[in-house]
């Protein structure tokens, strides 16, 4: 479906709006939003819908609907198309560390380990020696 937000002016009074292209017609109601997906970014669009006020086709089979809308707001997301991918290397690179992490780990405790047998054996020689 395709939105295209404007102003309607009725005499004195102008209105937010929304026309909607489909190959059927909508039925919007209550509030709304829309993420549309492009290369360079994300634009959210977040509105209420207050009612229908025109419906049409047209010959190409396309159904048109626009609606009186209120409390409109627009949000652009700067988006890289690595952006996706960047955030799942950093998901694995952060499984990575904490396996990196776990094996320090182990191998703190045997290093420890082998500190303690090497203060033992030189206990024994001492002893030995002594």
């Known amino acids: 479906m395709e939105y295209t937000f404007g102003k309607r002016i009725q005499g004195n009074i102008t209105t937010e709006m929304v026309k909607t292209k489909d ?4 039925d919007l109601k209550g509030s709304i ?4 997906k492009y290369p360079d970014n994300i634009i959210t669009d977040v509105f ?8 049409k086709e047209d010959s190409e089979g396309n159904c048109y609907d626009w609606y009186i809308i209120d409390n409109h ?10 952006k996706d991918h960047i955030e799942e290397m950093t998901t694995e690179n952060s499984d990575g560390v904490l396996d990196v992490a776990s094996l320090a780990d182990e191998n703190n405790e045997a290093i420890t380990d082998l500190a303690d047998y090497i203060a033992e054996i030189e206990s024994r020689v001492e002893a ?3």
Request: hydrophobic share 15%.
């Open 23 to 26: 190959t059927k017609h909508s």
């Open 48 to 55: 209420d819908v207050r009612s229908k006020y025109l419906s």
């Open 73 to 82: 707001y627009r949000y652009m997301d700067k988006y890289s198309p690595d």
């Open 33 to 36: 939003t829309i993420e549309r």
């Open 128 to 130: 030995l020696e002594g």
